[in-house]
């Protein structure tokens, strides 16, 4: 079975075709330093071909969820490599996922006397984050009404990425990705229903309304070298306030042939459009166990086809997988490598089980978002009899 071939990502060998998929699990303190509890939670994964890691900030204005971490000070990076080297000794490869969320933030997540920014003022409705509430409890609260981000501004947050990759490399890193997806900012600025600016960040043309995400790739290029680059991208997808776009195709195949001219080793689309967030306990177990039909693709295969005519890099296919569907999608050529998030939560072994046929364990909602070892790395490796 291919998916558990080796396959090579620009001289990176990966052991396998299964990829862990990104996941916020909010288990670090308010200083967004990763800990030796991290790094054990991710090389209990390392099983997978590829580790993508939970979303890192790449500076305290990108920060739209209390107890995520960053990559902006030099604590972090010490941290981070503490994930880094825990992976690696397991034998596994792991990238660095990139974030800013422009938007999706609430006032408490942010510095004191910041708020949240994006490509225009428009506000989100009824779009809620993890931070503090008045009275300073956790939860979820509604999303804070964005400025406009000036073009200097820009400028500075491509910046910050440049200075966040080349962090996550001396971190250990095997390369970084860069979330463009999920109605965080650069998607934010993809849409031309939410980017109605003028000018060179502008959402008039396809061509300026990824300009964000070109001048991104550009600028960690010129500050790192021969790093690899992943783009996370969900078209299509409605997710944290995100309209629909009547040229999400012209976009993101103009993007495409972008990404492919600047070598960008890997696309990762996200096509699933439910947040957990919004999922039950009953919902969850279903994302484990549930067959193919239940999960309704929202990245037309018509469209994926001509995305894989423009951008020869390797395709990950991530949201609401299983074990037959990622065969079939194999199969038929429409992506390379499979990302999984949940089952990869209750499942640190999901490769050996995924290949073995072993029964997959379902994970404890309750424990998904902050608190500590209890639903994050206590799940045993399946023993088989």
């Not at 200097?152 to 910050?160: C, H, K, M, R, T």
């Not at 972008?258 to 459009?273: Q, T």
């Amino acid at each position: 079975m291919k998916l558990f071939e080796p396959f090579e990502i620009q001289g990176l060998r990966l052991q396998n075709r299964i990829v862990m998929a990104p996941m916020t699990r909010s288990r670090v303190d308010d200083d967004g330093i990763l800990t030796s509890l991290n790094a054990e939670y991710y090389a209990q994964r390392a099983q997978g071909g590829l580790i993508v890691s939970e979303a890192i900030v790449v500076d305290p204005v990108g920060r739209g969820y209390l107890l995520t971490p960053g990559l902006y000070t030099a604590e972090q990076v010490n941290g981070a490599a503490l994930v880094a080297n825990a992976v690696h000794a397991k034998g596994g490869r792991i990238f660095a996922q990139l974030w800013h969320v422009g938007r999706v933030a609430h006032i408490s997540t942010l510095p004191t006397g910041a708020i949240p920014v994006s490509p225009t003022a428009e506000p989100l409705n009824d779009t809620f984050v993890f931070g503090r509430d008045d009275q300073g409890r956790l939860g979820k609260v509604r999303c804070t009404p964005p400025r406009a981000l000036t073009d200097d501004e820009v400028g500075l947050i491509i910046e910050q990425f440049s200075t966040a990759a080349a962090n996550a490399i001396e971190a250990g890193f095997d390369g970084v990705e860069i979330l463009a997806a999920n109605g965080y900012l650069f998607d934010q600025f993809q849409n031309s229903v939410v980017n109605t600016r003028s000018g060179y960040f502008g959402g008039a043309t396809a061509d300026s309304r990824i300009n964000l995400l070109r001048d991104t790739i550009t600028a960690i290029q010129n500050k790192v070298g021969s790093v690899r680059i992943g783009v996370r991208l969900s078209p299509f997808g409605t997710f944290n306030g995100v309209p629909k776009d009547p040229k999400t195709a012209e976009t993101y195949l103009e993007l495409a042939s972008a990404l492919e001219k600047l070598g960008v080793c890997y696309v990762h689309f996200n096509d699933e459009p439910v947040s957990i967030g919004h999922l039950n306990q009953e919902q969850v177990s279903n994302t484990v166990s549930s067959a193919e039909n239940q999960f309704v693709r929202l990245i037309p295969s018509e469209f994926l086809r001509e995305f894989r005519n423009r951008f020869k890099g390797a395709v990950i296919i991530c949201g609401g997988l299983t074990f037959e569907l990622a065969e079939k999608m194999q199969k038929s050529d429409q992506a390379d490598l499979f990302a999984f998030g949940i089952p990869f939560i209750a499942n640190p072994d999901l490769p050996a089980r995924l290949q073995n046929h072993w029964p997959l364990a379902k994970p404890d909602l309750e424990t998904f978002y902050g608190g500590g070892a209890k639903g994050y790395i206590d799940y045993p490796a399946f023993s088989p009899a």
